[in-house]
């Protein structure tokens, strides 16, 4: 199986029963740039931390929790640099 990017439909992020993201739907493409863009304190770098499994949030992709193993895949594939304000 290739890996084609990564394509989230769908996707909630909680932390505790605290809704950080509901319902998104987006698509990384591979080769190609993408940017992640909100106010202060929207979830940015938590989305993030929960595709290269560096969170302990529970995630949902179409209904479904993320699983570790998933979540290993997908940081084999991905390039991310994160750029600290001030």
Do not use: C, D, W
Not at 18 to 28: C, H, M, Q, R, W
Not at 41 to 61: D, H, N, P, Q, Y
């Amino acid at each position: 199986m290739i890996f084609s990017g990564v394509v989230a439909e769908n996707f909630s992020l909680f932390y505790g029963i605290k809704p950080l993201i509901k319902e998104a739907n987006f698509a990384i493409y591979p080769e190609k740039k993408a940017a992640l863009i909100g106010r202060n304190g929207g979830g940015k770098t938590t989305l993030l931390e929960v595709i290269l499994a560096l969170s302990k949030k529970i995630a949902f992709l179409m209904g479904h929790q993320l699983k570790v193993k998933l979540k290993f895949f997908l940081r084999l594939e991905l390039v991310i640099f994160l750029k600290k304000s001030g």
